[in-house]
Antibody, heavy 116, light 110 residues
């Protein structure tokens, strides 16, 4: 079964850091670009960051550029998102996703709450 | 403010046909394919349509997609109560070098 499972969410104070992880299975992970997508409470979906299959190319939304870092370990079929200098507006459910094409995979999400 | 523009709400009665629009620009819808997603409350989005008009296996043929220029539409025919959900569109944007999404349309089955 094709699936991705996120972990690492939680409550963090403004200015703090958190590292999200995503474990992939059921598909050739290294072949596909992967993304992190978030959804704030009651809001629409926002793409956060993406990385090529090899990991050589990374992309970020302006809202997180310079604060978040995406990375992947193809030997372990895992995707990561290092989030620093967190702000209240980063509060959201964060989804790991393989976007595009017929094989489109989203995890159930992990919740990040930034609050004092 | 989402890069792709959708109406915030739509509605129809059981059996009716409803359409949801998605408007973008030359750097996203105009030059790349479009996906449509359905999101039920409290769940992750599910792919409904990919590459503008293709249905993944398991998606009923009541759902169809089309694209013309920098706009796209999702049509749902034979509306059913279980179709009540949020629907949003997505495409890669060549200028932003990232995926862009519509703000979502909440479909109500009356």
């Amino acid at each position: 079964e094709v699936q991705v499972v996120e972990s690492g969410g939680g409550l963090v104070q403004p200015g703090g850091s958190l590292r999200l992880s995503c474990a992939a299975s059921g598909f050739t992970f290294s072949t596909y670009a992967m993304s992190w997508v978030r959804q704030a409470p009651g809001k629409g979906v926002e793409w956060v960051s993406g990385i090529s299959g090899s990991g050589d190319s990374t992309y970020y939304a302006d809202s997180v550029k310079g604060r978040f870092t995406i990375s992947r370990d193809n030997s372990k079929n895992t995707l990561h998102l290092q989030m620093n200098s967190l702000r209240a507006e980063d509060t959201a459910v964060y989804y790991c996703a393989k976007l595009g094409g017929a094989v489109d995979v989203w995890g159930k999400g992990t919740t990040v709450t930034v609050s004092s | 403010q989402s890069v792709l523009t959708q109406p915030p709400s739509a509605s129809g009665t059981p059996g009716q046909r409803v359409t949801i629009s998605c408007s973008g620009s030359s750097s996203n819808i105009g030059s790349n394919t479009l996906n449509w997603y359905q999101q039920l409350p409290g769940t992750a989005p599910q792919l409904l349509i990919y590459s503008n008009d293709q249905r993944p296996s398991g998606v009923p043929d009541r759902f169809s997609g089309s694209k013309a220029g920098t706009s796209a539409s999702l049509a749902i025919s034979g509306l059913q109560s279980e179709d009540e959900a949020d629907y949003f569109c997505a495409a890669w944007d060549d200028s932003l070098n990232g995926w862009v999404f519509g703000g979502g349309t909440k479909l109500t089955v009356l």
